[in-house]
T-cell receptor, first 111, second 110 residues
Framework: DTAVSQTPKYLVTQMGNDKSIKCEQN?????MYWYKQDSKKFLKIMFS???????INETVPNRFSPKSPDKAHLNLHINSLELGDSAVYFC??????????FGSGTQLSVL | RKEVEQDPGPFNVPEGATVAFNCTYS??????FFWYRQDCRKEPKLLMS???SGNEDGRFTAQLNRASQYISLLIRDSKLSDSATYLC???????????FGAGTTVTVRA
């Protein structure tokens, strides 16, 4: 069973569109994250939720809106996609501040 | 100054060699440390936690030097399959903020 699963794996879309990436974890963790990894391979945190509450919101355009319907899910919605949004987006989860478990990533390409 | 810094490499080593690299952190309140491994186009996966006393897992040895604020990873008897990017992760004790280094690329050649 996949511990942290995110869909879709690949997402190709036009500039200006709105898209969502879904993430689910079955590890019983209370904290979930979204990370962005750009072409330079640097992993940058975007958001972190603990028990459905937002605890980290780094400098991310407000076109990005996370939603956590329950502790096991953290979805990422992106409005008005821009070329610079092209990257790999990783969802992750942890128990408190313990080690992270990552999803397999979503490769977003904005044309 | 970045919170976590790593030598990006690449470290190109022959099979069987030993390779070691460090990761420095700027916040002395950092409390937890990990090494992750990331293969090309894959997600990062936990390689090992780093304990104050140092720890080994097979061919991998991790060390923590609090005085100089760095952690290290040593790989003995390198295998082709060790080729990857190694990311260090540091967690602060005051706010539990987790920071990734930019990664060190290791390439093991036959």
């Amino acid at each position: 069973d996949t511990a942290v699963s995110q869909t879709p794996k690949y997402l190709v879309t036009q500039m200006g569109n709105d898209k969502s990436i879904k993430c689910e974890q079955n590890l019983g963790h209370d904290t979930m994250y979204w990370y962005k990894q750009d072409s330079k391979k640097f992993l940058k945190i975007m958001f972190s939720y603990n028990n459905k509450e937002l605890i980290i919101n780094e400098t991310v355009p407000n076109r990005f809106s996370p939603k956590s319907p329950d502790k096991a899910h953290l979805n990422l919605h992106i409005n008005s996609l821009e070329l610079g949004d092209s990257a790999v987006y990783f969802c992750a989860s942890s128990r408190g501040n313990e080690k992270l478990f990552f999803g397999s990533g979503t490769q977003l390409s904005v044309l | 100054r970045k919170e976590v810094e790593q030598d990006p490499g690449p470290f190109n080593v022959p099979e069987g060699a030993t390779v070691a690299f460090n990761c420095t952190y700027s916040n002395s309140a950092s409390q937890s440390f990990f090494w992750y491994r990331q293969d090309c186009r894959k997600e990062p996966k936990l390689l090992m936690s780093v304990y104050s006393s140092g720890n080994e897992d097979g061919r991998f040895t991790a060390q923590l030097n609090r005085a100089s604020q760095y952690i290290s990873l040593l790989i003995r008897d390198s295998k082709l399959s060790d080729s990857a990017t190694y990311l260090c992760v540091v967690i602060r004790s005051n706010d539990y903020k987790l920071s990734f280094g930019a990664g060190t690329t290791v390439t093991v050649r036959a």
